[in-house]
């Protein structure tokens, strides 16, 4: 009998383990330059990059990007269109960092400099710098990508492998998906004993803008900060630092 084999597994997670150790030093670099480039507070917004301009999500995450940045938080995103572009489009290149990966089909209409985006070559590389060192996770409707995402989060939150920040999905009115995927996960994970209920304790589901800033805390626009003397950045900032504290 002759045994399978397994080489091209062997090759592909090499290949994989290679780009992400070559990638990890620059993201260390652009991890301090953004740091040092932000406000206290820091929010990552997950969301689909198909959404079309005319839609209700891409108007609703617009707002969402200018109703952060109007409160001085700088919003990360995937660098991609969609909800991505409409948040950067809301909160202005000053207050918006992105991580982006090569997806055909998926352009940005918009691309920040390189000391607020970086390019990654891992999906896995992509969701640790989105994830880490954040005060907040929006997530608008999305596909597998969204959902992968949320998902490393809930996991990550449930086996205490990161610091917990408030999770809030956002969705026009009466659309109703996170309805619809909260009660799934109550009634087939939960109440089936295969997942914790803290899993859907820290879900907030958001109807509108307002909605969404009250659940992080971010009710009133920031004053305009005064100008004061330069501090150079932390040079021990590192991608395991604590998430930053307002």
Do not use: C
Request: glycine residues 8%; without cysteine.
């Amino acid at each position: 009998m002759t045994e399978p084999t397994t080489t091209p597994a062997r090759s592909a997670l090499l290949s994989t383990l290679h780009a992400l150790a070559d990638e990890v030093d620059g993201a260390r670099k652009w991890s301090q330059t953004s740091r040092a480039l932000a406000p206290a507070r820091v929010a990552t917004v997950f969301g689909s990059a198909r959404t079309e301009r005319d839609e209700p999500a891409y108007q609703m995450a617009r707002e969402l990007g200018a109703a952060l940045a109007a409160r001085r938080w700088t919003t990360v995103t995937g660098g991609g269109p969609g909800i991505m572009q409409a948040v950067r489009d809301g909160s202005g290149s000053t207050l918006s960092r992105a991580v982006r990966i090569e997806i055909p089909g998926e352009v940005p209409d918009t691309v920040l400099d390189e000391d607020r985006s970086l390019t990654v070559g891992t999906f896995a590389l992509r969701k640790l710098l989105l994830t880490h060192d954040i005060d907040a996770l929006f997530v608008f409707p999305g596909g597998v990508g969204t959902f992968d995402e949320l998902f490393e989060v809930l996991v990550h939150h449930d086996t205490d492998r990161l610091d917990r920040f408030p999770v809030v999905l956002v969705q026009p009115e009466g659309t109703g998906l996170w309805q619809a995927f909260v009660q799934f996960v109550q009634a087939h994970l939960v109440d089936a004993g295969l997942a914790s209920p803290t899993v859907v304790k820290e879900l907030v589901v958001a109807e509108s803008v307002e909605a969404a800033l009250a659940a992080v805390g971010a009710n009133s626009p920031a004053p305009v900060p005064q100008p004061g003397p330069a501090t150079a950045p932390d040079a021990t900032a590192d991608l395991g630092t604590e998430r930053r504290t307002a």
